[in-house]
């Protein structure tokens, strides 16, 4: 039981700490400036830690080389003060200021040792280490401290010409890490103010750098819900100028998205007011009728304005799902023989019933193109379906399927009445027809054919076959 009060004290104090450093990161990466000043930061102390190691060791190295001359210093005055008496002796007066040079406060102590070229004691401590080269200083210990070593060769007057005297002084580190400290310290003190100057810089850049986005972001929030006009690109600097640029591109399409919407939507009310008016009059006419044949006749007339209604409202459905961002793209694999097939099969008792001949023209050879699989066999049975309905009775329908190199081809031919060369490009405009034709259809087939096309990369023409009719080629990416 013990454990668990433990523990669960433990995640009591934890949890907090966590959670405030998470909304601390998770406000660092959410906010420009703070990256920016972060980023900045964190380089200025990166160049400063390299910068203060670089500054310890040349401290270092300068603390060795101010100990390594005061020791050389003070073993040539101690080599100075050796001479050779009358019986020959070597004899060494210790001067005051070979040592009191050492004096700096920090409580050093000197070593020193005076040894003939023969390995006779004149003078210091017997046990002091020699460091392996001549005027070379080392770092070594001396019993249970550690020194700074050098060694001096000299000759003394009155030996012979060859004859030298080897002087090793030694002395605490105090006085050289006392050195090194406050270097290492005055370049850490110049450091800090850098960084901190650089930090103040820093921050009023970024106020003065971020002012154009925060007038940028001001702008686009005081717009109202219906005002799209364009931004002006000289608020911000060159930079930023791309994403203004970006901002007025986007209120464009969405302008002209929302200006297509209302048309849309504005044409869709039209074209159903006159068929429901006319559903709801021939239903009143069936009711107040008492003659069977023609209260039959109000009925059938009933049923065909009901299956236009049925048809309108589900090529509205198909033309919203085949708008650009209606639905999630779907990259399914299609073979265009087969699927016209399949279409051809449904349409079939329709073309019967028409007397219309209805057929497929196609190779062995499978033809696959990458898509909706929804959309495109749509895009086919309005193709189809608009054929058949144009065609008079005894006429002709025919859809062929084709590849040529890297592009499927599929075509719809008939011999009906065709479209005038000047209307071409307006029959895939939204409830376009064409003047003194049958009002049975309501417009949208090829508008539906060019938004399905255009979606899968494609491209729709509408031509002439040599017979008259019309012919339309759609071209589409094969894999």
Same mark, same amino acid.
């Given at each position: 039981?013990a454990w668990?009060?433990?523990f669960?004290?433990h995640?009591d104090e934890?949890? #907090? ?9 998770g406000?660092?990466?959410?906010s420009l *400036?703070a ?12 160049? %400063?830690?390299?910068?203060? @190691?670089l ?8 603390a060795?080389l101010?100990?390594?001359?005061t020791?050389l210093?003070?073993?040539?005055? %101690? ?6 008496d009358?019986s020959g002796?070597?004899?060494i007066d %210790?001067?005051?200021?070979a040592?009191e040079?050492f ?5 050093d102590?000197?070593? @020193?040792q ?14 002091l280490?020699?460091p392996?080269?001549?005027?070379n ?7 249970t401290?550690g020194?700074?070593v050098l ?8 030996l012979d010409q060859?004859?030298?005297i080897?002087?090793?002084v ?6 050289q890490?006392?050195m090194?400290r ?7 003190t ?5 960084v ?8 009023i850049?970024?106020q003065?750098?971020l ?7 001001d702008?686009?929030?005081?717009r109202?819900r219906e005002?799209?006009?364009p931004?002006q ?7 930023l100028r791309p994403?203004?640029?970006?901002l007025?591109?986007h209120m464009e ?5 929302m ?6 939507v504005?044409?869709a009310a039209?074209q159903?007011r006159?068929p429901?008016?006319? %559903?709801?009059?021939?239903?009143s006419?069936?009711?107040? =009728?008492?003659?069977?044949?023609r ?12 299956r236009q209604v049925?048809r309108?409202a589900s090529?509205l459905?198909t ?6 961002g209606s639905?999630?793209?779907r ?6 023989t087969e699927?016209?097939?399949r279409v051809?099969?449904?349409?079939a ?6 007397n219309?001949?209805?057929?497929l =023209?196609a190779?062995?050879? #499978?033809?696959?193109i990458e898509?909706d699989g929804?959309?495109?066999r749509?895009m086919l049975v ?7 309905r144009?065609? $008079? ?6 859809v062929?399927?084709? *590849? ?5 081809l599929?075509w719809v031919?008939?011999?009906g009445?065709?479209? $005038?060369?000047a209307?071409?490009a307006?029959?895939f405009e939204r409830f376009?027809?064409i003047?003194?034709?049958?009002p ?7 508008a539906?054919?060019? =938004?399905?096309v ?7 023409t509408?031509?002439e076959?040599a017979?008259g009719g019309?012919l ?7 894999v």
């Amino acid at each position: 039981m013990a454990w668990v009060i433990s523990f669960a004290m433990h995640n009591d104090e934890t949890f #907090p700490t966590r959670g405030i450093l998470s909304r601390a990161l998770g406000g660092v990466a959410s906010s420009l *400036r703070a990256q920016l000043f972060a980023w900045v930061v964190l380089t200025l102390i990166g160049a %400063i830690c390299i910068n203060l @190691y670089l500054s310890y060791r040349s401290a270092d190295a300068t603390a060795d080389l101010v100990t390594d001359r005061t020791l050389l210093a003070s073993a040539r005055v %101690i080599a100075e003060a050796t001479h050779v008496d009358g019986s020959g002796t070597v004899q060494i007066d %210790i001067p005051p200021a070979a040592l009191e040079m050492f004096d700096t406060g920090y409580g050093d102590r000197v070593f @020193y040792q005076v040894v003939t070229a023969w390995g006779n004691l004149i003078a210091g401590f017997p046990d002091l280490p020699r460091p392996k080269r001549d005027l070379n200083g080392e770092d070594m210990t001396f019993r249970t401290d550690g020194v700074r070593v050098l060694m001096l060769s000299h000759p003394v007057v009155g030996l012979d010409q060859d004859s030298t005297i080897s002087v090793t002084v030694a002395v605490t580190h105090n006085s050289q890490y006392a050195m090194r400290r406050r270097l290492w310290l005055s370049d850490f003190t110049k450091q800090l103010a850098l960084v901190l100057l650089a930090g103040l810089v820093t921050i009023i850049g970024l106020q003065r750098g971020l002012a154009p986005v925060l007038r940028l972001r001001d702008a686009v929030r005081e717009r109202g819900r219906e005002r799209l006009d364009p931004l002006q690109p000289d608020m911000v600097q060159n930079e930023l100028r791309p994403l203004v640029h970006a901002l007025n591109d986007h209120m464009e399409r969405v302008q002209n998205q929302m200006a297509a919407q209302r048309r849309f939507v504005s044409n869709a009310a039209h074209q159903l007011r006159t068929p429901l008016a006319l %559903i709801s009059t021939q239903a009143s006419v069936a009711a107040r =009728e008492t003659d069977s044949s023609r209260r039959d006749e109000a009925l059938t007339a009933l049923r065909s304005s009901t299956r236009q209604v049925t048809r309108l409202a589900s090529q509205l459905l198909t033309l919203s799902r085949a708008e650009p961002g209606s639905r999630r793209p779907r990259n399914d694999t299609i073979e265009l023989t087969e699927t016209a097939r399949r279409v051809l099969e449904t349409l079939a008792e329709e073309a019967l019933r028409r007397n219309i001949d209805l057929g497929l =023209e196609a190779d062995e050879t #499978p033809v696959r193109i990458e898509g909706d699989g929804t959309m495109l066999r749509e895009m086919l049975v309005n193709l189809v379906d608009n054929a058949l309905r144009y065609t $008079p009775p005894g006429g002709r329908v025919t859809v062929g399927i084709g *590849r040529e190199d890297d592009t499927a081809l599929l075509w719809v031919e008939d011999n009906g009445p065709g479209i $005038p060369e000047a209307e071409r490009a307006q029959v895939f405009e939204r409830f376009y027809r064409i003047m003194g034709t049958e009002p049975e259809g309501s417009g949208l087939g090829l508008a539906i054919v060019r =938004e399905v096309v255009d979606g899968a990369g494609g491209s729709v023409t509408l031509g002439e076959p040599a017979g008259g009719g019309l012919l339309v080629s759609v071209r589409l990416p094969a894999v």
